[in-house]
């Protein structure tokens, strides 16, 4: 009989720290949007730490030029942030990126951050703010203005 018990107990606690793994960032994914609905990031806190955001109904303004080739497409458009260096723009993807599923993604409640391998986005009610560790990053609005800094 006690043998089932250590065995339950061992396994509680297995949960128990692989939810605090996940909660404080550890390697793994996670999509978020903005309290409005307009904004959706998709990050990894992984190797190859990174972020992208995207707007619902909605693109970049001004509206970066396309610079597609073979199959990709210019459905784009979306900051991308890796844990070190400058933000890029992803103009063609081939596929809709941070917007794919959008029911999977929670909501990053204003005054809230996610934070992953060295990178950390804040949002407010309908704006996203990432940064890296090198302190570059972006901040996009749900109407569409960003900025690179």
């Known amino acids: 009989?006690?043998?089932?018990?250590?065995?339950?107990?061992?396994?509680?606690?297995?949960?128990?720290?692989?939810?605090?793994?996940?909660?404080?960032?550890?390697?793994?994914s996670a999509h978020f949007k903005t309290q409005n609905g307009k904004i959706y990031c998709l990050g990894s806190s992984g190797?190859?730490?990174?972020?992208?955001?995207?707007?619902?109904?909605?693109?970049?303004?001004?509206?970066?030029?396309?610079?597609?080739h073979g199959d990709d497409d210019p459905t784009g458009g979306w900051p991308n942030l890796n844990a070190r260096g400058?933000?890029?723009?992803?103009?063609?993807?081939?596929?809709?990126?941070?917007?794919?599923n959008p029911a999977s993604a929670k909501v990053l409640a204003p005054g809230r951050t996610w934070s992953g391998g060295g990178i950390s986005c804040k949002?407010?009610?309908?704006?996203?703010?990432?940064?890296?560790?090198?302190q570059h990053g972006f901040t996009m609005t749900s109407s569409?203005?960003?900025?690179k800094f």
């Open 86 to 100: 400058r933000t890029k723009i992803q103009t063609c993807s081939g596929d809709p990126g941070p917007l794919a």
């Open 123 to 134: 949002a407010t009610a309908s704006a996203m703010t990432c940064r890296n560790k090198s």
């Open 47 to 68: 190797t190859r730490a990174f972020v992208y955001c995207g707007i619902k109904n909605g693109h970049l303004k001004p509206m970066p030029k396309p610079n597609c």
């Open 1 to 28: 009989m006690r043998i089932p018990s250590i065995i339950i107990l061992a396994l509680a606690a297995a949960a128990l720290a692989a939810s605090t793994a996940t909660a404080t960032g550890a390697k793994g």
């Open 144 to 147: 569409g203005p960003y900025k």
